[in-house]
Nanobody
């Protein structure tokens, strides 16, 4: 089993930056693909991007150029660096992983999820 815990969320003003962490325990994630999602109130969970076991990352167009995903396998942790934040980025951010070695845009591909961390961007 794998347990994931997100951290690093908080309140930031528009244009600011945050770095989210996703720490895994129970089993190493070094050979697993991982993804970041977010969910705003009243909306469905949205795929943001992911990173493979080898470090190949992908971001959706809405955050490409502002966000970055990386991982530190030695620390069993994935990161989401968020820059130039906008009010529309306000959401609960989740990390996820599964048995696959690559990431997926399909939430159903992930077997393990964190509890989420709140990100609020003020105008």
């Amino acid at each position: 089993q794998v347990q994931l815990v997100e951290s690093g969320g908080g309140l930031v003003q528009s244009g600011g930056s945050l770095r989210l962490s996703c720490a895994a325990s129970g089993r190493t994630i070094s050979n697993s693909g991982m993804g970041w999602f977010r969910q705003a109130p009243g909306k469905e969970r949205e795929f943001l991007g992911g990173i493979s076991w080898s470090g190949t990352s992908y971001l959706v167009d809405s955050v490409k150029g502002r966000f970055a995903i990386n991982r530190d396998n030695a620390k069993n942790t994935m990161y989401l660096q968020m820059n130039s934040l906008k009010p529309e980025d306000t959401a609960v951010y989740y990390c996820a992983t599964g048995q696959m070695s690559y990431y997926s845009a399909d939430a159903k591909s992930y077997a393990y999820w964190g509890q989420g961390t709140q990100v609020t961007v003020s105008s």
